[in-house]
């Protein structure tokens, strides 16, 4: 199995900051790399496809990049609705295995 | 408007059994493979099983694999999963969640585009 792992698993952020998210896969997973947000008590909503590909309707302050193994999740300018936690999900091979979650929180 | 709409979970005693069900609906629910994700308690998401769009074709994690049971039935539209030798650890929030393709040239992106609200099993005595 495909293990992600994500750094940190923590951070806490200020409104207008620039964060980046950092996942790591235990072997090379092409671009076949998604990116999620859960707030407290919700589902998981889809963000990124493809590793940089935007799902319809999220804002562009939110980028993704990377290939091969190791990627980031960017948010150029934090918005308080964007205070939440952030999974990556590999999509190469069954089971489609998630990283751990980085947890945002404001500072 | 597409949703998933999860039933079936509550408290169940170690060993007992439980089945969860996900109707679908705002989309032709046959043309997409379906999948079962699930969240214990201040934990992260753990992907637990997936079915093709015919029902051929199915998966699971090592920690449930010959405990539970993937189904669908797509004249209902409904996902199912049948959990048998219930234990503590699969105490957790239960979210059905629909998979989407994209296909670019050669390569097929697979994500999950829509998840159910969840619903929480509790495996206690």
């Not at chain 2, 998401?45 to 093709?52: A, G, K, M, Q």
């Not at chain 2, 957790?92 to 994209?102: G, I, N, Q, T």
Request: glycine share 8%; aromatic share 14%; hydrophobic share 30%.
């Amino acid at each position: 199995d495909i293990q992600m792992t994500q750094s940190p698993s923590s951070l806490s952020a200020s409104v207008g900051d620039r964060v980046t998210i950092t996942c790591r896969a235990s072997q090379s997973i092409n671009n076949y790399l998604n990116w999620y947000q859960q707030k407290p008590g919700k589902a998981p909503k889809f963000l990124i496809y493809a590793a940089s590909s935007l799902q319809s309707g999220v804002p562009s302050r939110f980028s993704g990049s990377g290939s091969g193994t190791d990627f980031t999740l960017t948010i150029s300018s934090l918005q308080p609705e964007d205070f939440a936690t952030y999974y990556c999900q590999q999509s190469y091979s069954t089971p489609r295995t998630f990283g751990q979650g980085t947890k945002l929180e404001i500072k | 408007e597409e949703q998933l709409l999860e039933s079936g979970g509550g408290l169940v005693q170690p060993g007992g059994s439980l089945r969860l069900s996900c109707a679908a609906s705002g989309f032709t629910f046959s043309n997409y493979d379906m999948n079962w994700v699930r969240q214990a308690p201040g934990k992260g998401l753990e992907w637990v099983s997936r079915i093709s769009e015919s029902g051929d074709k199915k998966y699971y994690a090592d920690s449930v694999e010959g405990r539970f049971t993937i189904s669908r039935d797509n004249s209902k539209d409904t996902l199912s999963l049948q959990m048998n030798s219930l234990r503590a650890e699969d105490t957790a929030v239960y979210y059905c969640a629909k998979e989407s393709r994209w296909y670019y040239y050669d390569s097929t992106y697979h994500y999950f585009d829509y998840w159910g609200h969840g619903n929480m099993v509790t495996v206690s005595s």
